[in-house]
């Protein structure tokens, strides 16, 4: 049985050229290359923002956001928060979340993804932000529903669906001992 890589054991840093990625691999070529080739640009040009993850030295995981709108008529009506006002809802999109194949199943895209929804967070304290989105690939779907993420039902046949967290609704269902532990 593999034992699951800590928090304390991993560090994450915004990404800057001065971090070699050449050696990251994951099973997903478009990911490769976009942190390779494409994630500083994008980052410089202020599209999107990447954060990779080294575990003893070595670069294992990144992910990117990027700002996004989930329209109300997509989001699934059963919580108190679910009562609308507005049409479109903003959102913070998990727009790249990659875990290098010799890691994997080891708890990092966990941390990433947990790092990921603490930004969110932090963002919602300054600017309004509901939501966040990815737009998943088949294979990681369940990843992300095991997480609590809402699949909207109409993108399910798309080659990558849609998929939500409602932010106060995760919030609110985390211990507070969890949340410091996770989200920092
Ligand atoms: C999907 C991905 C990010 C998961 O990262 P990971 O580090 O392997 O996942 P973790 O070890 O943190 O897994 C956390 C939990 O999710 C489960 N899980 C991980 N990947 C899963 C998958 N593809 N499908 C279903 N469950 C999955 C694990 O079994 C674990 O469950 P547990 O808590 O019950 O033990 C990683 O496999 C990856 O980068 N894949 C290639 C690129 C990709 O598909 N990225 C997603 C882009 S949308």
Same mark, same amino acid.
């Given at each position: 049985m593999s034992?699951?890589? #800590?928090?304390?054991d991993?560090t994450?840093f915004?990404?800057s050229?001065?971090?070699n990625r050449a050696s990251f691999n994951?099973?997903n070529?478009?990911l490769n290359d ?9 980052q410089?040009q202020?599209?999107?923002r990447t954060y ?7 670069l294992v ?5 990027t700002?996004d ?13 679910d009562?609308y006002k ?10 790249r979340?990659?875990?290098?194949s010799r890691f994997e199943r080891?708890?990092?895209g966990?941390?990433l993804?947990?790092a990921a929804?603490?930004?969110a ?7 309004g932000c509901?939501y966040?989105?990815v ?6 779907i369940?990843?992300y ?5 809402i699949i909207?039902?109409?993108?399910r046949?798309k080659?990558e669906?849609t998929?939500?967290l ?7 269902r985390?211990?507070p001992?969890? #949340? ?5």
């Open positions: 034992v699951n890589i #800590s928090r304390d991993v994450i915004p990404l050229a001065k971090h994951c099973t070529h478009d976009f942190l390779k080739n494409d994630a500083l640009e994008n410089e202020m599209v999107s990779v993850c080294f575990y003893e030295k070595q995981g990144f992910y990117t956001l700002t709108i989930i329209e109300v008529k997509h989001i699934e009506q059963t919580h108190r928060w009562e507005h049409k479109k809802y903003p959102a913070i999109k998990l727009a979340l990659s875990v290098d080891k708890g990092i966990r941390l993804l947990f929804v603490g930004i967070l932090d963002v919602s304290n300054y600017v509901r966040i989105t737009d998943a690939k088949q294979e990681a369940e990843f529903e095991k997480h609590g993420f909207v039902e109409k993108t046949t080659n669906p998929l939500y409602n932010i106060p609704t995760t919030v609110e985390m211990q001992a969890e #949340s410091l532990d996770m989200l920092d």
